[in-house]
């Protein structure tokens, strides 16, 4: 099975992918799922982006022309699942889907992945300059586009914590007020055609916080937000559950599978028998 999660630039791509396997790894239990690193690099990787947050300060994002990929095993319900999650740089991506280079296949590996997940950073795309909300709102629409219809889609508004009220903590599973986010902060984007998707039983969304537990640092005479444990990540036990509830719907238990077998084909099977045998009657009873 394979992930593979998008969005711009600052979305928070890295340390979304820290905290879900620091998340899984300490309540699999919770879960009922077994979880590995699948090799040594993102073993590694993963201890030292943890590391660097635990330490009070943000990981660096993505390199340009860079990708990440990191290599989990996940076991649910008995199956053993070889799961994927690649990350690329934002600028990468929007040269990739606009066919300013194709270096990385960013279009054909959203096409080859099992779930695609989307992150956007709602809140700090009202700062950015108009150009780049543009450029973004176009990342996440041609994104759903490349994926098409049938694609396990989760939808992350990233640093949930920091969106001021009346969006309330109590709203982050709640389709309709994180629709009214877009039109609020990301009127560039075509929301009707996302509402139109987030009506599908293959589309979810959901706002969380990968770190919320920050301080206020001066830097430069500016104040910046710095990580500080514990790390306390909001919705991302949301997102894990969600990731495992479709992994068990795309590889059903095999009692699934038989019982799909014994309600649907047997029965269809003994008909077509009857259907056989009265044909045969009829014809035998027409030349005898």
Request: charged letters at 25%; zero cysteines.
């Amino acid at each position: 099975m394979k992930v593979f999660i998008i969005g711009p630039e600052g979305a928070g791509k890295t340390i979304f992918a820290t905290m879900l396997h620091d998340y899984v790894t300490s309540e699999q239990g919770n879960l009922r799922i077994k979880v590995r690193a699948g090799d040594i690099a993102t073993k590694k990787y993963l201890a030292k982006e943890l590391n660097v947050l635990k330490h009070g300060e943000w990981p660096n994002s993505t390199k340009e022309g860079k990708q990440i990929t990191l290599n989990w095993i996940w076991e649910v319900s008995g199956r053993e699942l070889s799961f994927q999650l690649a990350d690329s740089a934002g600028q990468d991506i929007r040269s990739e889907l606009s066919g300013e280079q194709d270096q990385l296949h960013i279009k054909q590996q959203i096409q080859d992945a099992d779930i695609l997940i989307i992150l956007v950073d709602i809140y700090g795309h009202q700062s950015d300059a108009h150009e780049k909300k543009i450029e973004n709102a176009w990342i996440i629409e041609e994104s759903l586009k490349i994926a098409g219809e049938a694609k396990m889609i989760l939808i992350g508004v990233s640093k949930a914590d920091l969106i001021p009220p009346p969006f309330k903590r109590e709203y982050w599973q709640n389709t309709e007020a994180i629709v009214s986010l877009f039109k609020e902060y990301m009127p560039e984007f075509n929301f009707e055609a996302f509402r139109r998707r987030l009506q599908s039983s293959k589309t979810s969304i959901v706002a969380f916080s990968a770190v919320s537990n920050t301080s206020n640092r001066s830097e430069n005479g500016r104040l910046i937000r710095f990580p500080q444990n514990p790390l306390n990540p909001i919705g991302i036990d949301i997102i894990a559950q969600e990731i495992v509830r479709i992994v068990k719907k795309k590889n059903p238990s095999l009692v699934r599978k038989l019982l799909s077998i014994v309600f649907f084909w047997i029965p269809i099977i003994i008909v077509s028998l009857f259907i056989l045998i009265a044909l045969v009657s009829y014809i035998l009873t027409i030349f005898l």
